[in-house]
């Protein structure tokens, strides 16, 4: 792997023809001279070049176009980054070519790079006649309705590609119509990320009504466009006879409760989506009963984030409830709630009994030490988690020696996230100390809970004499300083290879 252009410079001129070599050159600022010197070399070299990384370095045509030239004849380039550069029209038009002529490119990157819809129009021409590539990245591009129609048009074709990245770009319902006329009868995609476009509940729709009829497809984003329930409607009508997708992701929409409803009819029908980001979507209390009544019935459902909503506790007493019927959920994300120390109650005590969720994270809500203490007592009974955040609440060194008992008991947490509380000197060494106890902690989260010098001192001493499995602690942004930080990094006893 040749990180240096003066070295890969030096290497290409005078190397092993039989040998293969990885150019990673990201951020390197080369310059449209050095692009040119490096387009010159690769042109006359005989080595196998199989992956090229020029991503971030401020590259325009000038230069791009005798580089991209230089590639046809590599013959065993699988994976080409030109992201966050400024390809323009003309390095559009011979990257078509390169498309239309290499045996063996299969991933393609160019995100960030002010690609509009005439650059495509020529880009997407090289696709036609493609048989290679698998994975293509335009996010972050100036991509509208006109671009994803010709993209889609010519993505037809293709037979091989499987990932398709456009998030971050112009396009509506329009450009959602033309991907969905491909999504009908493609039978390779499967993963399709359209997030931060403009799409609307018209154009999500058309996506749906193309999902009753694909097998193919696994992942789509959605998230940070426009739809709201009258989309998840339609999802949850075209969607109950999907048997392919698996990852649903609709976060930063305006789904609501209403949305939610409609979400609760499909999780009652389909069983076949694993995770479910339905995170920062005006969601409240009001519709979370009936939502969590069909997690209650699903058994497809792995992974649901429903973050940044306003559930309350509530809420959080309807998911404590389904917790303690449904025996398929593993992960489960509640951060930024606004949940109490009601609603922590409740899924203390859902989760004591639970034998399967394994991360659990609720973070940045109002559960003060008393909330806290639930869920200490819970990781004495329960025998299936691994992952706890409760990171950014008002937890204070009350409630310490508790988690520090549980600690010494439990078998199973392996990451512990408590950062952003008030645990200060006695909390922050009480649970250190129960780690001479406790052999399955991996991963400790103490950052930002006022923790002086000595403390820190005292944690570092703690730990080298420990028998414990720790493996990272992050003690950052307390009064400790750099140098005991850097001593408790070296306090920790890491596995030997």
């Known amino acids: 792997m040749l990180k240096n252009i003066g070295e890969t410079v030096k290497f290409l001129s005078s190397t092993n023809p039989h040998e293969t070599y990885s150019l990673e050159l990201q951020a390197k600022s080369l310059g449209t001279k050095r692009e040119k010197d490096l387009a010159k070399v690769i042109h006359k070299t005989s080595a196998k070049i199989i992956s090229i990384n020029l991503a971030w370095n401020g590259l325009d045509d000038s ?27 003309d390095g559009c038009k011979k990257l078509s070519i390169l498309l239309a002529s290499t045996p063996s490119l299969v991933n393609l990157e160019l995100c960030a790079n002010d690609i509009g819809d005439e650059s495509i129009r020529y880009l997407s021409e090289g696709l036609r006649t493609n048989q290679t590539l698998q994975a293509l990245n335009l996010a972050d591009n100036k991509i509208t309705d006109n671009g994803a129609s010709n993209l889609s048009i010519n993505i037809g074709f ?64 959605l998230n940070t466009n426009q739809i709201g329930a009258a989309g998840c409607h ?31 009819n499909l999780l009652l029908r389909n069983n076949t989506i694993q995770n479910l980001n339905i995170g920062n979507n005006q969601i409240t209390s009001e519709s979370t009963e009936q939502f969590f009544q069909s997690i209650s019935q699903n058994t497809g459902l792995l992974n649901l984030n429903i973050s940044m909503n ?19 959920l593993r992960n489960l994300c509640l951060n930024y709630n606004n949940i109490d120390n009601e609603g922590a109650n409740h899924l203390a005590q859902a989760l004591a009994l ?10 940045g809500n109002k559960i003060t030490t008393t909330g806290a203490d639930f869920f200490a007592n819970m990781l004495t009974r329960n025998k299936s988690l691994k ?43 009480q649970i250190i100390d129960s780690l001479k106890e406790n052999k399955v902690l991996e991963k400790l989260d103490i950052t930002r809970n006022s923790i002086s010098k000595t403390a820190g001192a005292h944690i570092a001493q703690l730990l080298k004499v420990s028998s414990s499995n720790i493996r990272n602690i992050d003690c950052s942004g307390n009064m400790i300083g750099s140098e005991i930080c850097k001593e408790i990094a070296n306090s920790i006893k890491q596995p030997k290879k």
């Not at 491909?182 to 058309?206: H, M, P, Q």
């Not at 508790?402 to 909390?427: E, M, P, V, W």
Request: charged share 15%.
């Open 63 to 89: 230069g791009n176009t005798k580089l991209i030239s230089s590639l046809k004849l590599q013959n065993h380039l699988t994976s080409l980054n030109f992201s966050g550069n400024k390809i323009g029209i």
């Open 387 to 429: 992952t706890l955040d409760l990171s950014n609440n008002s937890i204070n060194s009350e409630v310490a020696s508790n988690f520090a008992n549980a600690l010494k008991s439990n078998n199973t947490l392996s990451a512990l996230f408590i950062g952003d509380n008030q645990l200060g000197d006695l909390g922050a060494l």
């Open 234 to 264: 339609f999802l949850a009508n075209f969607l109950s006879t999907n048997i392919a997708l698996q990852n649903l992701f609709l976060q930063g929409n305006k789904i609501s409760d209403s949305g939610l409803k409609e979400l609760a």
């Open 158 to 221: 293709t037979k091989t590609l499987q990932k398709i990245i456009l998030n971050g770009n112009q396009i509506s319902n329009g450009g959602a119509l033309r991907i969905s006329e491909v999504l009908r009868t493609n039978s390779t995609i499967k993963y399709l990320d359209l997030g931060a476009n403009l799409i609307e509940d018209e154009g999500l729709r058309y996506i749906s009504e193309a999902l009753s009829l694909n097998r193919s497809l696994q992942t789509i984003y």
């Open 310 to 328: 306003l559930i309350c506790s509530l809420g959080a007493i309807n998911i404590a409830q389904a917790l303690n019927v449904n025996r398929h």
């Open 354 to 363: 639970n034998t399967h969720i394994e991360c659990f994270l609720i973070c």
